[in-house]
């Protein structure tokens, strides 16, 4: 399937088409980044228990998109992606206003939760739109295409954040979260359309969702990319919720805190649009394994250097480019190897695959930053253990692979 034939049926043009699907996955970026730099503050005026729950309000919204896929997928192949999308809008636009007249941290939090639950919506409408309209390298390259594109929210989204607090206080985030969503919402009712037939549409009913459900977590290269995406982004959410911590209490950058976080965002692009550029001559699988390891080198051994030398906010920086330029690498290529043996349920296989990643990532990562105790033992310790485990999958379902293949090859 060539590109102009993948993105004829949405109506769009490949480049309103990837930039549209881009914003709408930027939607999560962007509900977490911008927020970061407001963390200590709203800490302070909600009154927080400790330190680290703040970073709760990160977690919420990770739990409430793992909780809503579950839902959002069926309905995607059962009623089209269109109906998510507006569905999903629908709940974020009410979180977020639940947020902005929040007057303490539980109600935040459930007005956060809501928001992921909303956040649910345009992702798996997103994924689900790319799978609708390319197949293997194809999917492989427009998805690397769409996160380097994603990943420029997270490098300007801390810098909204300050802006909206200069402007008048935290709560103004929400106001532009609010703004934000309304624009996309108009841009799909206006320019999207349908891209699953009703011939191709499943029947929503819990029997058929069981036996998708049974399929995805049974299929030995879905499941176990899957489980590796659960691992090593728990990683990175860890990393998420206590970057505040990291950049602003323990190496004092303040307000300097959205340039450096920004920089690293560029770092994750960068490597997305080398993925781009190789994915095609080296294969997503070799990238995966190399780009695993990589984290687990890394992580090793700036966790050895604790023990021999003060660290500096420059050896941490020169860590966390080395990471981010590693993830670039896996977040495109290990969802596509994951939905690639699921085209025929790629909406419930979707939701499946985000809502046990997500899940997964989500308790890791909230583990993780609830740990954090000013230095950055906790992380290099979740990299280190996480991505390894994560390279054993990714290995144990290559040989899989193989000898599947094998056996293929010997039948014909």
Known sequence: MNEDQGTLASGLGSKEFTLLVALLMSIVAISIDALLPA?????????????NQPQLLIS????????????AGPLSDALGRRPILFIGFSLYLIGTVLCFFANDMQSLLIGRFIQGLGISGPYIAAMSLV??????????????????????????????GLLMMAIADWKAIFEMYFVYAAILLLWITLRLKETLPKEKRIKLNMKDFGVAFKEVISHRITASYTVCMGLFFGSFIGYLNSSQQIFQDQFKVGDAFSFYFGALALVLGFSSMVNAKIVGKFGMQTIVIRAISGIVAVSAIFLALHAVVEIQFWMFMVFATCLFFCFGMLFGNTNALAMEPMGHIAGIASAVIGCVSSLMSMSLGTLIGQMYDNSLIPLCVGFSCLGSLALCLVIWAERGRKQDTNLDALAV
Not at 131 to 152: C, E, N, P, Y
């Open 39 to 51: 963390l200590g503050v709203i800490g302070g005026d909600m009154q927080a228990e400790h330190a």
């Open 131 to 160: 799978r609708d309209a390319f197949k293997g390298i194809q999917m492989a390259k427009t998805m690397s295409i769409v996160m380097l594109i994603f990943v420029m929210v997270p490098a300007i989204a801390p810098s909204l």
């Open 60 to 71: 919420m919204i990770f739990l409430g998109m793992a909780s809503g896929q579950l839902i």
